[in-house]
């Protein structure tokens, strides 16, 4: 099944666009959790049986892992082997190299770590990109518009098919013919997402920056769903995981989840 597929039917399954990002920071686990064998697995797999239920996608952030060598090498996969079969894994970790080196990147996120989707900086090209595209069953989501402070240094810079971001968007969709595209554009540009949904009217939108980044639910829904009701992964880290830095930590991170969920139900509803 490839990831378009397993999205679409845990989104309907499940009833929600709550996409789990997966940061695992030891300074912030509660301690009872701190003194497991494998912390890092141990709180996650917490986090993910809790929400289950409840998401329509997990991403783990691989620098979190990486920061942790081997051992979060290890805990990665111990990780996406326990999260449930049905629910996508997208990978977050923003490749971006020439053919040859995005190969082994494709490799690693893909036959290694069984991710059904990843994300990737499109900045060197289509050269950079297509290693990604040739598995036509997974997901390659470029940076388009993203949630930090200074994604205008260069996104926002004229090109001549527009601004750069407009570009990326365009690419996406014309690299989507025969392979899976998706793009990432950060919560908190409301309006240029509904603009870029017009540019790319039937691709998957990761959606980071609701939250603690302070990114609005309710404007990411009404200007970013496609013709179909869906087509967007809200992408919720920190206020999610670090709901609670107590032994209630689990309850807490579902509670949060059921209520991103429920806010973002009540949207869609009013923009139908």
Not at 19 to 27: R, S
């Amino acid at each position: 099944m490839g990831f378009v597929e397993k999205f679409r039917g845990i989104r309907d399954k499940n009833q929600s666009m709550v996409c789990v990002g997966l940061d695992p920071d030891l300074d912030r686990m509660p301690d009872h959790v701190k003194a497991a064998a494998d912390p890092i697995f141990a709180f996650l797999n917490e986090i993910v049986s809790a929400t289950a239920d409840l998401v329509c996608c997990y991403k783990p952030n691989f620098a979190f892992f990486g920061s942790s060598g081997r051992a979060g090498w290890e805990s990665l996969e111990a990780l996406t082997r326990s999260i449930p079969d049905d629910i996508p894994i997208l990978l977050d970790f923003k490749a971006g190299d020439i053919g040859n080196t995005a190969v082994h990147y494709a490799r690693m996120a893909y036959e290694k770590l069984q991710a059904d989707a990843v994300t990737v900086n499109p900045l060197m090209g289509k050269d950079a990109v297509d290693p990604f595209l040739t598995y036509a069953d997974r997901c390659c989501f470029l940076l388009c518009l993203t949630s930090n402070s200074s994604s205008s240094d260069f996104q926002r810079l004229e090109t001549n098919d527009g601004l750069l971001y407009q570009a990326v968007a365009r690419k996406a969709v014309e690299w989507s013919s025969g392979s899976q595209c998706g793009l990432v554009v950060g919560a908190t540009h409301p309006g240029e997402l509904g603009e870029i949904r017009r540019i790319a009217p039937s691709l998957p939108f990761l959606v980071p920056g609701v939250g603690s980044q302070g990114g609005d639910a309710g404007e990411v829904v009404q200007n970013g769903l496609d013709s179909t009701g869906s087509g967007l992964l809200i992408n919720a880290s920190r206020s999610i995981l670090y709901a609670s830095d107590g032994e209630d930590f689990v309850q807490a991170a579902r509670q949060a989840t059921i209520d991103l969920k429920a806010q973002l139900n009540v949207a869609a509803e009013q923009a139908a």
